[in-house]
T-cell receptor
Framework: QQQVKQSPQSLIVQKGGISIINCAYE??????FPWYQQFPGKGPALLIA?????SEKKEGRFTISFNKSAKQFSLHIMDSQPGDSATYFC????????????FGQGTTLQVKP | DGGITQSPKYLFRKEGQNVTLSCEQN?????MYWYRQDPGQGLRLIYY???????QKGDIAEGYSVSREKKESFPLTVTSAQKNPTAFYLC?????????????FGPGTRLLVL
């Protein structure tokens, strides 16, 4: 119930291509879905986030698509660049005030020049 | 220059030794968190604190202890009871509004066992 399942574990994309990372959840009480980006040896940083009242959110080359009925959400990176090479984590949070985020297992993205 | 600082960057623990990881934030955030990161396992919550002098266990609290005596500080002690402590430890703090919950992470401490 509390898990967030993320796939794929690793992804290799050519420069200029589209990177797609998927996440699925079970707990319908989740109401906040952020994506974090982490470079090697650094802490994660918030990339983009969505609430379930919208089906899509776009910020620059990064888009979250959200499917409430399927309990799935995904990150799309358009025109992927070598500088996007990092580990990406999806996460989810319930509507309580504890602030606890449940993280997916992470996806390591490599964008080849 | 606001943010979260963690020290040390690398820490070595001997068998049977307790070690303490430091986490300080000057973001004036009420909530703070400790995560453990292992390859292929994402971030797992060890402890979290929503207010000074109060904290709760996360999913993997066994072998760890924390204190929250000041708003800006949330140190983590890895005790000798933690049999597999080698990992990357991340501290975070958060603020939340009605519409967004953002956790800000420190640069991490890598703990290695000698």
């Amino acid at each position: 119930q509390q898990q967030v399942k993320q796939s794929p574990q690793s992804l290799i994309v050519q420069k200029g291509g589209i990177s797609i990372i998927n996440c699925a959840y079970e707990n319908t009480a989740f109401d906040y879905f952020p994506w974090y980006q982490q470079f090697p040896g650094k802490g994660p940083a918030l990339l983009i986030a969505i609430r379930p009242d919208v089906s899509e959110k776009k910020e620059g080359r990064f888009t979250i698509s959200f499917n409430k009925s399927a309990k799935q959400f995904s990150l799309h990176i358009m025109d992927s660049q070598p500088g996007d090479s990092a580990t990406y984590f999806c996460a989810a949070k319930g509507s309580s005030n504890t602030g606890k985020l449940i993280f997916g297992q992470g996806t390591t993205l490599q964008v080849k020049p | 220059d606001g943010g979260i600082t963690q020290s040390p960057k690398y820490l070595f623990r001997k068998e049977g030794q307790n070690v303490t990881l430091s986490c300080e934030q000057n973001l004036n955030h009420d909530a703070m968190y400790w995560y453990r990161q292992d390859p292929g396992q994402g971030l797992r919550l060890i402890y979290y604190s929503q207010i000074v002098n109060d904290f709760q266990k996360g999913d993997i609290a066994e072998g760890y202890s924390v204190s929250r005596e000041k708003k800006e500080s949330f140190p983590l002690t890895v005790t000798s009871a933690q049999k597999n402590p080698t990992a990357f430890y991340l501290c975070a703090s958060s603020t939340h509004t009605e519409y967004q919950e953002t956790q800000y992470f420190g640069p991490g401490t890598r703990l290695l066992v000698l």
